[in-house]
């Protein structure tokens, strides 16, 4: 079986290119992702610029040494020290130590195709923005814990699983909405994000202990009708004797 060479061993070969060199052919040579929204782009073979059919970005199509490592479809290791990544198109997993504690990466980019991450980016502390493909359908614990300069996040609608602390300390975080293939939230999902304002859920949703423990900013909390997406109902925080945050189980009309 064929591997992607190693980090150290770098040529001047495309990204695109070299993970075509897997013997499981997952990689499609002409798709790659905008380096503004990640939309997947059809490309001729040698092109050196692009423009993005959906945001209309205009980028170059650059020839630089590969920084991934990928193993039969999972992300193993990012060895570059780019502050902006785009994850390569074919990747369907992020490995359990691919991105953990780069300090310097402020924006990544997940390829559509992927539905899995396996590892996190815990500690990631300089980490602003990051754009989801919609088949993402797990969250894993400790995914962005500690990713303090995270504002904002958009949970794509597949979405089936958040794991313990997958936003713990994510103390630049303002709003979240849980998209509604989500059953449950677990415990201590959200600890300590301080920032948080409103959350926003479907009314299937449950919320397991002290999903909110330690949110001292979180003033609204909004259920969604399915359908329409409009509030139907809203929720408050309570403190308990412990100083613990838990929302109160009775609605509210709004």
Same mark, same amino acid.
């Given at each position: 079986m064929w591997f992607l060479k190693k980090c150290k061993e770098k040529k001047p070969e495309s990204i695109q290119e070299n993970v075509g060199a897997q013997d499981n052919k997952v990689f499609r040579l002409n798709k790659i992702n905008c380096t503004t929204c990640g939309g997947i782009i059809s490309i001729e073979e040698g092109l050196v610029t692009a423009t993005c059919q959906f945001c209309g970005n205009q980028f170059t199509v650059t020839k630089e040494s590969p920084d991934f490592v990928i193993d039969r479809g999972v992300l193993v290791k990012y060895c570059g020290d780019n502050r902006e990544v785009v994850v390569p198109y074919g990747v369907k997993a992020i490995g359990t130590m691919a991105f953990y504690q780069q300090t310097s990466l402020t924006k990544i980019i997940l390829?559509?195709?992927?539905?899995?991450?396996?590892?996190?980016?815990?500690?990631?502390?300089?980490?602003?923005?990051?754009?989801?493909?919609?088949?993402?359908?797990?969250?894993?614990?400790?995914?962005?814990?500690?990713?303090?300069?995270?504002?904002?996040?958009?949970?794509?609608?597949? %979405?089936?699983?958040?794991?313990?602390?997958?936003?713990?300390?994510?103390?630049? %975080?303002?709003? *979240?909405?849980?998209?509604?293939?989500?059953?449950?939230?677990?415990?201590?999902?959200?600890?300590?994000?301080?920032?948080?304002?409103?959350?926003?859920?479907?009314?299937?949703?449950?919320?397991?202990?002290?999903?909110?423990?330690?949110?001292?900013?979180?003033?609204?909390?909004?259920? %969604?009708?399915?359908?329409?997406?409009?509030?139907?109902?809203?929720?408050?925080? *309570?403190?308990?004797?412990?100083?613990?945050?838990?929302?109160?189980?009775?609605?509210?009309?709004?």
């Open positions: 390829p559509d195709g992927l539905t899995e991450l396996q590892g996190t980016f815990y500690n990631c502390y300089d980490l602003e923005t990051i754009i989801l493909p919609d088949s993402l359908e797990n969250i894993p614990p400790v995914a962005f814990h500690g990713c303090v300069n995270l504002q904002s996040i958009v949970l794509p609608p597949n %979405l089936k699983f958040l794991g313990d602390l997958a936003f713990g300390e994510c103390k630049s %975080l303002i709003s *979240i909405e849980i998209p509604p293939k989500i059953k449950s939230v677990n415990m201590l999902t959200f600890r300590d994000c301080e920032s948080l304002e409103t959350i926003s859920y479907y009314e299937h949703t449950k919320f397991k202990g002290y999903s909110f423990d330690g949110c001292e900013s979180l003033v609204s909390i909004n259920m %969604l009708d399915s359908k329409t997406k409009e509030i139907v109902s809203k929720k408050k925080i *309570i403190q308990d004797e412990n100083g613990c945050y838990r929302i109160e189980a009775e609605k509210e009309n709004v």
